[in-house]
T-cell receptor
């Protein structure tokens, strides 16, 4: 059973370009979460999606950032007109169901975005 | 507001000794889950252990145990017989209902260094 897949693992973009980060959840998982981790910091929640729905985007910056999880295909985190402050590791996690008490999230290896 | 607090930015432990990493949490949701993750220098997030709020017994997974004190809202991670490979960042997280959805909230992490 393949784990959570993220690609690319490393992404370099110049200021003003677009960055697209992809996440394929574990088989059978319909809940996807995106987190951002700045150097030497913890994980900051960005967005929570189910298939074709954004459930909670309270952690997403209001501008330039968007996320989707289409019926077919991976979840995409899109950053338009990147700036140096967007340089970070972006982690995707998936879980099986959403219930009280929680279920383990399985994390992907992360995408390290560097903006030059 | 729901939150996780890890008050130890860094810890040292001698190889083969036990170490406790502190975590306190705050939530108004009666049903929640507590998690610990390890992040080695390679960057991936590795699930270690889970404790449900209604679990009567403390969770254990090999050398990891979770000292769950519900009344004090603490969920400390105990690593017994430390190994050099335990050197990493450790994150405590809570999964609970907040602001209309279930969400995972992470602490700021504790960097553990195991000394030979």
């Amino acid at each position: 059973n393949a784990g959570v897949m993220q690609n690319p693992r490393h992404l370099v973009r110049r200021r003003g370009q677009e960055a697209r980060l992809r996440c394929s959840p574990m088989k059978g998982h319909s809940h996807v979460y995106w987190y951002r981790q700045l150097p030497e910091e913890g994980l900051k929640f960005m967005v929570y999606l189910q298939k074709e729905n954004i459930i909670d985007e309270s952690g997403m910056p209001k501008e330039r950032f968007s996320a989707e999880f289409p019926k077919e295909g991976p979840s995409i985190l899109r950053i338009q007109q990147v700036v140096r402050g967007d340089s970070a590791a972006y982690f995707c996690a998936s879980s099986q169901i959403e219930t009280g008490g929680g279920h383990e999230q399985y994390f992907g290896p992360g995408t390290r975005l560097t903006v030059t | 507001a729901q939150k996780i607090t890890q008050t130890q930015p860094g810890m040292f432990v001698q190889e083969k000794e036990a170490v406790t990493l502190d975590c306190t949490y705050d939530t108004s949701d009666p049903s929640y889950g507590l998690f610990w993750y390890k992040q080695p220098s390679s960057g991936e997030m590795i699930f270690l252990i889970y404790q449900g709020s209604y679990d009567q017994q403390n969770a254990t997974e090999g050398r990891y145990s979770l000292n769950f004190q519900k009344a004090r809202k603490s969920a400390n991670l105990v690593i017994s017989a430390s190994q050099l490979g335990d050197s990493a960042m450790y994150f405590c997280a809570i999964h609970c209902y907040t602001s209309g959805t279930y969400k995972y909230i992470f602490g700021t992490g504790t960097r553990l260094k195991v000394l030979a």
